[in-house]
């Protein structure tokens, strides 16, 4: 299945940091994707992150095709640890784009942590023996 999706001019750019829990997890969770994109429905906004390996973008629900904020140029090599936080840039699209963002803020973290609740692996890793032959 192929999506389109459109942006508009940008209206702004920003220097932000991410959690580094928030950003850990979505990781993980592009790890566990086979696509390489993960879809994370955002309910209580009504929008639909599309994370891939270098952008997270957000798209109203009533709105579809438009995306309202990218998050992009991650930098996590900057850090020392893993914990610490993750810069990036905030690119709008939207003009209400910072009240959007001031949400995304609090439920981006929660929509994730309920995806990956969703796709937990349900069992143990398992160890496979393989035979070397010999000639």
Known sequence: ???TYYRDQALLRE????PAATY???HTLL???PSGVVFVPIRSMQYLAILDH???VFVDG????LID???QHFNPHTRSALDEPVSYAAVYYHPAAADIMFRLQSEFPRALRSLAAKNK???PGKIIKLEIRRS
Do not use: G, T, V, Y
């Open 15 to 18: 220097p932000r940091q991410l």
């Open 1 to 3: 299945m192929e999506l």
């Open 31 to 33: 790890a566990r994707s």
């Open 62 to 65: 009533a709105r579809k095709s």
């Open 24 to 26: 850990n997890l979505a």
């Open 54 to 56: 270098e952008e997270f």
């Open 69 to 71: 904020i990218a998050w």
């Open 121 to 123: 692996l349900d069992e």
